[in-house]
Every structure is written in C-alpha cells, then in structure tokens.
C-alpha cells in the first residue's frame, strides 16, 4: 500500500496516548466513489477531492503511520457494556486541529463479531445529518465526505459498503471515561482527562481547579446541546453514554429522526421497544449520562464538585430552550416564564397532528397583529393567540419581525423520506439528488417557493420507513 502526500496532516492523538486503543489499518473498500463532499469543510481543511485522497479514505493507500481505533466502553440502553470501542472505524490524523475518522474502514479489535463495515444507506445519512445539524446552528461532529464502493456488506438484506469521513476536534466519548474508570487504570484516567483540558479546554488552566471545571462545561455544552435538539425537533435515537461526546456535540448518527407532526413520545428508533430515547425523554436522557460521566470521575473530583457541576444542567437548558424557542416564536427576551406559552403551543400541535416545522415557519409568516390566527384552529388556539399578543407585545415594524423569524425557522430540514429519496438514487448510481439535498441543507434559512419539494410534509409512505441499530 503507498503512503499519500502526508503534507498538512498530523498523527492522532494515539501517538500522544497510546493506551487508548490500537493501530489498525483498514481493509480497503473496492471500486470506491465520492457520492457526497463538504466543500466548507474541506476548505477549513485544505484538503481537495482528489484520487489520492479517494484512496486514503477508501483504504486502498494511507498516512505514513497506521490508523488508529480507540477502546471505550458505555451505558447502553440503561446496562452496562465493559467494552467498546471503534468497532467499525478508525483516525486516520489530523489537520489543522480536526480529527478525520473513515467510519466503516472495516474490522479492528473493538469489532466485537461484527464486520467493520457501514452500509451506504447508514454512511449518507450521517453525512447528511452532521451537515444539516451543523447549518441550523446546533453543535455536532461533521462529515467531510461520503464514499460508496461496490464491497457487498450482509445485513437483513446484501448492500453495499460505504464510508463516512467525521470531523471534529475530539472523538472523546462519556465512555472512554467510564472505561478506564471501570476497569481500575486511574493513571490513564487522569492522564486522559488532563489531556482533554489541555487540548480542547484550555482556557480552564488559569481556573481554581480545571478538573470540576471540565466537568461543569461538559455538563453545560451537553444541555445547551439537547435544548437545541428540543428546539428543532430532532431525535437522536440512541443516546447510549458512549454516543455522548465531551464537547457536547451531537455525536454518533444512527436511526436519528427529525419530527414531523408534532409527538412528545415519538420514538425514532425501531430497537428502542420501551421508547427510553423518545423525544421527550432526551432532556433527562441526557442528564442521566451526565451521571454516569461524573460517577466514572469520583476518584478524582468531590461529591460536591460534582454536585455543583450537575446542578448547572436544568438552569442552561431552559436558559437555552427558551432562547431558541423565543426567537422562533419572535420573542424578545424570552425567560423562563415563556415556558408555559411554548407548551401550550406544543400540545395543541400534537391534539391537531400539526407538522411541527412546517406550522413553526408558517407562523412565522403571520402578521402578529391579527385579530386572529388563520393557522391554529380552534377556542383554545385562539385564546392562545391572544395570550402570544400579549407577550409580544406591540409590533412596529412587522416586515422585520418576519424576516428576524425566518432566521430562526429552517425552511428546509432533513425528513427522513428526503434522506431515503437521496439514498435510494444513490444505491442506484445517481448522486444527483443526494449531492441537491446536501446543498439545501447548507442553506436552511434560505426563503423557497411553498411549492418546493423539500418544504413538504412528509408523503403518506414514508411512515412505514423504519430506523433501527442496523447499519
Ligand atoms: P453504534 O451503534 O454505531 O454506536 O455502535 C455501537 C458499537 O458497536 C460501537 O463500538 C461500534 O464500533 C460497534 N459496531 C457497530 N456496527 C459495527 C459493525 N458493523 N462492525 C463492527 N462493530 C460495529
Ligand atoms: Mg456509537
């Protein structure tokens, strides 16, 4: 195998800690292809869609030193998995202070039986969603790339293999400390912690103490995170401790799901029999991994250090759910208070089966004096309306109040039966719809036609589309 031009690109952080996994090379994917490319990425990357860089990615060439899969372990689905790790997946290096990691490079010794691969449907949707989150200004990993090969891959049915080529600053998971907790190798644990704060928290060094700290931001990114979620109706799917990153970034794409009538209790993920991921179970989902991340640093921070950091959690998250939801709503100053008006908004979607993007933007489009409402039907609704006057308050200069709203409410959003058109074109050879949806999702906020394909509600046929753990 040759080495690529290894200009631009640093080794990964197992050349620092080498206890944190294993070097691994990949198993080269056959006849690859570029089915999607970031270019706002690529450019923060320096990095140019060329074949030497098809092959790095796909495995068929490398850096002049070896992949590198890392070992953790995680609370999933509530019970306690004492190994983990990249089963599927490796850091490839560096650049410019981003990890780039080839998901589904093949197996490595976290692989657990399985085949290190990802299948193409799992890849474009990943890609998709890091892309789509990352333009609705909500905090996640990215996807530089997507590649598809003709390397056949068994699940429930033979498909195809594919890559996803993640981005961030750190792969740090909840779970790589839980790990090196659980298995009694506090050395490492500290070492790891330390490094994380001299990396990506350094502004934490000139603090009292950097260690309760670290633990305090993680808390607050990750509430800021799921409010973000709340706010634009997305639904991870398996928000396992292992999936939970501690730069607080939506992390780990699998049967996530963005909402489309409104539904508290929507469950995207087919695995998930007793709805424990359901939407409106992410806020406390999220804490209870928080939990177990401070549990796995009780040997080096005390109880009320952690109990102080904990204790910031529901404070940030309304803080940061009534902000968001008050700019959709046109809000100035939203506070705590406003809860109570968002949620009567809320239940009277989910009585009347609204599309929840779809009834948020187009509210958005209503001018704020009317007597009435045209959008909602129904007394209640009305008087809602009312009471939503009244918090507003008088509106001058409505024009801008709208266009301040658009702002805030995506006209484009990635419905699951949008990503499934662009992946069942793709299965078929043609990238063309995928590489146009990517292209929208850059531009959320962006005004379209009513009549704009991506703008709809979700068609009757999606709803037998099902999502699970398989991928
Ligand atoms: P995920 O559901 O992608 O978060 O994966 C959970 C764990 O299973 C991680 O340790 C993955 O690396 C591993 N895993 C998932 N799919 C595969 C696969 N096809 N082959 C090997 N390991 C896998
Ligand atoms: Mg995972």
């Not at 929208?440 to 037998?464: F, G, K």
Request: proline letters at 6%.
């Amino acid at each position: 195998m040759g080495s690529v031009n290894r200009q631009g690109w640093q080794q990964s952080i197992g050349a620092r800690l080498p206890w944190l996994g294993s070097e691994v090379d990949a198993l080269p994917l056959q006849q690859p292809r570029w089915l999607g490319w970031s270019d706002s990425l690529a450019q923060q990357l320096d990095l140019h869609a060329d074949d030497e860089l098809l092959a790095l990615f796909a495995g068929q060439r490398s850096l002049p030193w070896s992949g590198f899969a890392q070992v953790y372990s995680g609370h999933q689905f509530g019970g306690y998995t004492p190994r983990l790790g990249d089963g599927r997946g490796m850091l490839l290096g560096m650049r410019n202070g981003f990890e780039l990691f080839a998901k589904g490079s093949g197996p490595t010794p976290y692989s657990r039986g399985g085949d290190g691969r990802a299948v193409l449907r799992s890849a474009v949707r990943e890609f998709l969603a890091s892309e789509a989150l990352h333009h609705l200004g909500i905090r996640t990993t990215r996807a530089l790339a997507v590649l598809g090969s003709t390397t056949p891959v068994q699940r429930e049915t033979r498909e195809t293999a594919a890559i996803t080529v993640r981005v961030t600053r750190s792969h740090l998971r909840f779970g790589h400390f839980e790990y090196f907790h659980y298995s009694g190798q506090p050395q490492q644990l500290h070492a790891l912690l330390d490094d994380s704060i001299a990396e990506h928290f350094p502004h934490l060094l000139d603090g009292d103490n950097p260690r309760a700290q670290w633990l305090t931001e993680v808390v607050q990114r990750s509430a800021e995170t799921v409010a973000d979620w709340q706010a634009f109706g997305f639904c991870h799917g398996v928000l396992n401790s292992d999936n939970m990153s501690v730069l607080g970034e939506t992390f780990d794409y699998g049967p996530f799901a963005f909402l489309n009538q409104f539904d508290s209790r929507y469950v995207c993920n087919h695995s998930d029999h007793h709805g424990r991921y359901a939407f409106e179970q992410q806020p406390g989902v999220v804490m209870w991994n928080l939990t177990k991340l401070a549990t796995a640093l009780s040997s080096l921070l005390t109880e009320a250090q952690i109990s102080a950091a904990l204790a910031s959690y529901e404070p940030v998250l309304v803080a940061r759910y009534v902000e968001r939801m008050g700019a959709r709503l046109g809000i100035v100053q939203p506070q705590p208070e406003d809860l109570a008006l968002i949620s009567e908004l809320l239940s009277a979607m989910q009585q009347q089966q609204a599309d929840y993007h779809l009834t948020l933007r187009q509210l958005a489009e209503v001018d704020p004096n009317r007597k009435a409402c045209p959008l909602l039907a129904g007394e209640e609704m009305q008087q809602w309306w009312q009471r939503y006057q009244q918090r507003l308050g008088p509106i001058d200069d409505v024009a801008q109040w709208q266009q301040q709203r658009r702002q805030a409410n995506p006209a484009i959003i990635l419905r699951t039966h949008l990503a499934q058109e662009a992946i069942a074109a793709a299965e078929q050879g043609d990238n063309g719809p995928l590489q146009r949806l990517h292209d929208a999702l850059t531009r959320p906020y962006d005004p379209q036609p009513q009549d704009h394909p991506y703008c709809q509600e979700a068609p009757p046929w999606s709803q037998s589309l099902t999502l699970s753990c398989s991928s």
